[in-house]
């Protein structure tokens, strides 16, 4: 994966380092391929900052979902973005 995205990245500046370090970690594993698969990662990610007494933004959130979405396919990077649209609208009613 490349880690680029996130070192050059200029809303990591300002991070907790904890954060940081948490998607540095979560970015350097094996990648997801379809959605399916980065539902699995997102949730076992979030159990995992949540033990941890993390808790993200949603600018960090679409991060995430950025470095996740790097190896599919333009499709299933849209139906990707189809479901987070749709989560989002959930969490405003």
């Not at 539902?39 to 960090?60: D, H, R, Y």
């Amino acid at each position: 994966m490349n880690l680029d995205f996130l070192t050059n990245n200029p809303e990591l500046k300002n991070m907790n380092p904890q954060k940081l370090n948490f998607l540095m970690e979560l970015a350097s594993n094996n990648p997801p391929n379809n959605t399916k698969d980065m539902a699995n990662v997102l949730m076992g990610a979030a159990s995992k900052a949540k033990q941890s007494g993390m808790e993200f933004t949603p600018n960090e959130t679409d991060l995430l979902v950025g470095i996740l979405k790097q190896n599919m396919s333009p499709e299933e990077q849209k139906k990707t973005d189809q479901i987070m649209m749709l989560m989002r609208n959930m969490k405003k009613k």
